[in-house]
């Protein structure tokens, strides 16, 4: 598809605005996807910045919200408050998980996710979120900007993550995408 720095196919069948989203939503995946290419659990692990960040950790961050933001949906419960138990290793790929493992989940979550945007009905249904310390009174957000807020928190990881790969192995993404720029 123009407009796209991937070649997006949908998993889902869908049409108009909702295709228009869900294939920059996918697009940006596969870019996150191409900074992890060819890592191993040690390199997944290893901070390479100030940041305590990490790629492993990133990919098992947007996996958690990718589920979380499907269960939401699936949910719509008025009463939902966010697990900060369940955060508590969000961005940390710990010893007995794999990158691989993640990839995999992440993969999975992401369709899960576009199969709801598919058979939701409207992207202008509204959805109590949970609440949460950085959210404390209760919103209602559209389906639309669950969307949306996924794509710029998938948009905002990708960033970090290209600058952690970037100062661990020199490679960029745009690089790695197009072949160019890429360490030898």
Known sequence: MAGTYTSVTLSVDVSGEEADVLTLLTDQREMFLVTLRGLDDEQARRRTTVSELTLGGLVKHLTMVARGNTQVIIDRDP?????????????????????????AAYREAAAEFDAVIAEVGSLDESI?????????????????????????????????????????????????????????
């Open 79 to 103: 009463t939902a408050e966010f697990d900060m138990s369940e955060a508590a290793h969000g961005y940390e790929l710990t010893a007995d998980e794999t990158l691989d493992g993640w990839i």
């Open 128 to 184: 109590p979120q949970p609440t949460a310390p950085w959210q404390p009174a209760r919103e209602w957000w559209s389906v639309r900007k669950m969307a949306l807020h996924l794509l710029r928190e998938t948009a905002h990881h990708s960033g970090h993550a290209d600058i952690i790969r970037e100062a661990l192995d020199g490679q960029k993404t745009m690089g790695a995408l197009f072949d160019f720029g890429a360490p030898a």
